[in-house]
């Protein structure tokens, strides 16, 4: 493994000069067998990344991927329920009995048309099928892999509490965590743990954007466009208006914000008035506020469009997410076990081929950054993007972090991150997202006085706050049925 192996001799052989370069963090004699878990596990954990990477199954397709991971954590000992909040690729795989109860999320979803071989260029393997361009099958996998090492300390009588891993499934379309978490599935969990894939290493003091997923459509009436004009009313008039106005809007906006839509249908023919149109537009800000008020113009622009155009308009919410409630009390945890794991050791092939790719994106060749980031206790403005996983920080604290598995720079949700997924650049942040993320866990299990503070922390910030889904009511919906 990497180099805590290494370590662990080291500290065997030589404990008052590695206590000098390396302080042992608290509980260090647990954190290390959880290492030494993964470390075992290594081959059967890569082998069901690289598994779930070739599935690349898109929101709620994952069948194979989500199977693949809830027969490794029943294998491993762990109570499976799967098909849950209405979802069959969601599932729960539980250990351990009493507080504190202690649970980890992971993903799998694949993103469409980013097929990809595991190599340092474009290079597709079947034309318009999915790709892992956001890192998911190692996201799934790293999380499920921390799951076990700490249920082994169970096993062992070494923790005392429940691990509870959450698969989660339709990160990037649908939005699986909101319907679980309706679902009621996640109550009583005490502490969440999350991570993502990264082009760096940290623990994520940095929040997310809120995001609102709205669809607008139009509706007309049909003429021939040249014999009888006056007889029609063009739906797709009234859509050009509405993203006119939208576009107007932008001059009055926060910094922050931002806006993106697609024309999903805008006529067929040009001697046709056309009868219908549809916009798919996100809404995005640092807060949901702002969201929330971006959205009342946005309704607005759709009636008064649809006035000007004496068309009829229709404003539908798919979905959206909050932005994220970072607790800085457990990122202090995280990152302290990231900082005794210590960097990433990349061989130099990895870094010729990381170098390679960037070539290819016409970036510089910086390679892989294998450094855990300093701390950031100002972390400045939110990340572009958003997350399920950020409204689950509002219903209970979660603890986030981010581990390097692709080049510095590199398009995310890109062939390029397909392909580190697929190869020992993503396995080997994925083993360090899993050994992070279980140290963090037994800090938790450990000690109730961090337990406390990460809730307290939580309880503070979420006072007076009533935290309501961007979902629509019933089952989710397959993408594919979406705009
Ligand atoms: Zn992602």
Redesign the pocket.
């Known amino acids: 493994m990497r180099h805590l192996a290494s370590l662990v001799l080291f500290l065997a052989t030589a404990p008052s000069l590695a206590a000098a370069t390396q302080p042992a963090p608290p509980h260090a004699a647990e954190k290390q067998l959880a290492v030494a878990t993964i470390d075992e596990n290594r081959e059967q954990l890569t082998a069901l990344s690289d598994e779930v990477w070739r599935y690349a199954e898109t929101a709620l397709q994952e069948t194979k991927s989500s199977k693949a991971l809830a027969d490794l954590a029943e294998k491993k000992g762990f109570r499976v329920t799967r098909g849950v909040a209405g979802m069959p690729t969601a599932f729960v795989a539980e250990y351990g009995t009493g507080r504190p109860v202690i649970g980890i999320m992971g993903?799998y979803d694949a993103l469409p048309g980013l097929s990809q071989k595991a190599e340092p260029e474009r290079a597709v393997i079947e034309p318009g099928a999915p790709g892992h361009g956001?890192?998911?099958n190692l996201?799934g996998v790293g999380s499920l892999a921390a799951a076990i090492a700490v249920k082994e300390l169970i096993a062992a009588g070494k923790l005392h509490g429940t691990v509870k891993f959450f698969g989660t499934p339709a990160?990037?379309a649908v939005g699986g965590k909101l319907y679980m978490l309706r679902d009621g599935v996640m109550n009583g969990v005490d502490v969440m743990l999350a991570w993502?894939p990264d082009d760096e290493t940290r623990a994520d003091t940095k929040s997310t954007q809120a995001i609102v997923d709205v669809t607008v459509e139009f509706f007309g009436r049909a003429a021939h466009a040249a014999y009888d004009p006056w007889n029609g009313r063009s739906a797709v008039h009234g859509l050009e208006i509405f993203t006119l106005a939208v576009n107007m809007m932008r001059e009055h906006i926060h910094p922050s914000s931002r806006m993106h839509y697609a024309i999903l249908k805008g006529g067929d023919v040009p001697n046709v008035v056309p009868e219908y149109g549809k916009v798919w537009i996100w809404l995005r800000d640092e807060k949901r506020e702002l969201v929330d008020e971006m959205l009342g113009r946005l309704r607005k622009m759709a009636t008064g469009a649809a006035m000007a155009a004496d068309v009829e308009s229709k404003v539908t919410i798919n979905g959206g997410d909050w932005n994220m409630l970072v607790n800085m009390a457990g990122e202090r945890l995280a990152q302290q076990n990231l900082e005794w794991l210590g960097p990433l050791q990349f061989t130099p092939q990895e870094q010729e081929l990381a170098k390679a790719i960037q070539r290819a994106n016409h970036l510089p060749e910086k390679g892989l950054n294998p450094a855990i980031k300093p701390f950031e206790a100002v972390p400045g403005p939110a990340e572009g993007g958003s997350?399920d996983v950020a409204d689950i920080s509002w219903n209970m604290p979660i603890i986030h972090l981010s581990v390097a598995t692709a080049p510095t720079g590199v398009p995310w949700h890109g062939w390029s991150v397909v392909a580190c997924s697929g190869m020992s650049i993503g396995h080997k942040g994925m083993i360090l997202a899993s050994e992070a993320l279980a140290a963090t866990m037994i800090d938790l299990f450990l000690d109730p006085a961090n337990v406390r503070a990460v809730r307290e922390e939580f309880a503070k910030k979420t006072e007076g706050v009533q935290y309501t889904a961007y979902i629509p009511a019933g089952p989710p919906r397959l993408p594919t049925a979406n705009p």
Request: net charge negative.
């Open positions: 993903e956001c890192g998911h996201f990160e990037e993502h997350t």
